[in-house]
């Protein structure tokens, strides 16, 4: 299976979206308009909304900037399909990253790229803390790294939570930093680390996106939230001993639901 993905930023967007054939999701000035490409006329047809779309802001005086428009290819194939897709009369460039509501989605949805920049952006944001709460107490430097630090290291964890230790360790990594900082303990000592995340009720975060994971799949069980559908249809590439598949939200979520007690469950549907 292939996805094109194109990456738009108009500037009002209302009614585009009766313009496509294709699936498109807007949020604020942002449009991107994907489908599955199965042959040359999947391409052919995203080639024709994203001329229909062109029309669109030609008729309400707006017009697409090719140098923020990008598609992307979302396969594992060893071959996949490629068509060179336009706006207008320029070529639109072919990229293998597109960040979208702050998430950085790769070609081959490999999560490394968006953790490394986010653990970036949480080691300046503790660069920050340490350089202005050095002299506060232990709960304000808490309360900072509570308010202004783990949101950032939480944002979105559903989609792009790693199943590498690799990866976990690293997000870990820039939490136990803080924590040296919040208690103001920079001992290397062994079992020292354990003490401080307990003393200061620090949850190790896998745990904290485990339960986030939960909570988004509850809510969609309960009508709270929309979230993915299960695939309609099942290929080779989808199944459950492909990694991308199998750490994928959907089937982690219903791991760790099942596993949950019966009387928890129970109490959710009371």
């Not at 559903?158 to 924590?179: N, S, T």
Request: with cysteine; net charge positive.
């Amino acid at each position: 299976m292939q996805n094109e993905i194109l990456k738009a930023s108009p500037a009002y967007i209302h009614d585009i979206v009766c313009t496509a054939s294709s699936d498109v999701r807007l949020f604020a000035d942002d449009c991107v308009c994907y489908r599955v490409i199965d042959t040359t006329d999947d391409c052919h047809r995203l080639q024709s909304d994203i001329n229909n779309m062109g029309q669109w802001a030609d008729r309400w005086g707006m017009r697409f900037q090719p140098a923020n428009c990008n598609i992307m290819s979302i396969s594992r194939k060893r071959k996949p399909i490629t068509f060179n897709y336009t706006s207008g009369n320029s070529d639109l460039t072919r990229v293998d990253c597109i960040k979208y509501l702050g998430v950085n989605i790769t070609h081959d949805l490999n999560w490394g790229k968006h953790i490394q920049g986010m653990c970036n952006k949480g080691s300046i944001i503790l660069g920050i803390l340490c350089g202005n709460l050095s002299f506060c107490p232990t709960e304000v430097r808490l309360a900072a790294y509570e308010g202004l630090l783990r949101p950032v290291l939480e944002y979105a964890s559903a989609v792009w939570d790693p199943h590498q230790i690799f990866l976990q360790d690293k997000i870990e990594a820039v939490q136990k930093r803080a924590a040296k900082f919040i208690a103001s303990n920079y001992t290397y000592e062994p079992g020292v680390m354990t003490s401080l995340l307990e003393d200061l009720d620090l949850r190790p975060l896998v745990d904290c996106r485990r339960h986030n994971r939960i909570v988004l799949f509850a809510k969609g069980i309960y009508g709270q939230a929309i979230f993915l559908q299960p695939p309609i249809r099942r290929t080779r590439h989808m199944h459950e001993k492909h990694r991308s598949y199998k750490y994928s939200f959907m089937p982690c979520a219903i791991r760790d639901w099942n596993a949950l007690p019966a009387d928890t469950i129970c109490k959710g549907f009371c």
